[in-house]
């Protein structure tokens, strides 16, 4: 149980456009949903928290207009790149809360030219 | 500043020998931390979890130790096997966010 998928698993786009990643809770239901990204080589940082019906959380540094997140149900949360530069270009992952634990997605890997 | 820290980016173990990873945080609020594997390009996937209430937690070949004096926490993998070869983040969080402050990762290597 607790299963979490990402769509789509890579990307390649480029600069200028906009891109949207899926993260879909499959068998549990997520009040919230959390958003990362990794750098090579680096620790997983947190982007923002998304919460049911209610606008997301951003961390300090996280340009929220930039990185656009919806969470419109219990089972979904998007993250929307907004006219993407080769510097977003990361590996994102989302997770979804279930009691005190996280269960994360595949990731996205997000590469802009 | 960096709350959670694994200061040993690397371990090699002889499969079948314990493995054992350790993980060291700064703020006292911390009361619940995890332990994911990851491999590249995938996601974490969680492996064991412990609350501050409790000083061990075991699952299998899992073991977690915390030394809330210490702030420090351990995983035990025993015995180790080739397919245990991943990177280990902790991970601690307050139960009042369950916000994650992951750990800067360690990869463990377990010889066949």
């Known amino acids: 149980g607790a299963v979490v998928s990402q769509h789509p698993s890579w990307v390649i786009c480029k600069s200028g456009t906009s891109v949207k990643i899926e993260c879909r809770s499959l068998?549990?239901?997520?009040?919230?949903m959390f958003w990362y990204r990794q750098f090579p080589k680096q620790s997983l940082m947190l982007m923002a928290t998304?919460?049911?019906?209610?606008?997301?959380?951003?961390e300090q540094g996280v340009e929220k207009d930039k990185f656009l997140i919806n969470h419109a149900s219990l089972t979904l949360s998007t993250l929307t790149v907004t006219s993407a530069h080769p510097e977003d270009s990361s590996f994102y992952i989302c997770?979804?809360?279930?009691?005190?634990?996280?269960?994360f997605g595949p990731g996205t890997r997000l590469l802009v030219l | 500043d960096q709350q959670v820290k694994q200061n040993s980016p690397s371990l090699s173990v002889q499969e079948g020998r314990i493995s054992i990873l350790n993980c060291d945080y700064t703020?006292?609020?911390?009361?619940?931390f995890l332990w994911y594997k990851k491999y590249p390009a995938e996601g974490p996937t969680f492996l064991i979890s412990?609350?501050?209430?409790?000083d061990k937690n075991e699952d299998g070949r899992f073991t977690v130790f915390l030394n809330k004096s210490a702030k420090h926490l351990s995983l035990h993998i025993v015995p180790s096997q080739p397919g245990d070869s991943a990177v280990y983040f902790c991970?601690?969080?307050?139960?009042?966010?369950?916000?994650?402050?992951f750990g800067t990762g360690t990869r463990l290597k377990v010889l066949a």
């Open positions: 997770s979804g809360r279930l009691q005190e634990t996280q269960y």
């Open positions: 068998d549990f239901q997520a009040t919230t």
């Open positions: 998304s919460n049911e019906g209610s606008k997301a959380t951003y």
């Open positions: 703020n006292s609020m911390f009361d619940y």
């Open positions: 412990i609350s501050s209430i409790k």
């Open positions: 991970a601690a969080t307050n139960s009042g966010t369950y916000k994650y402050i």
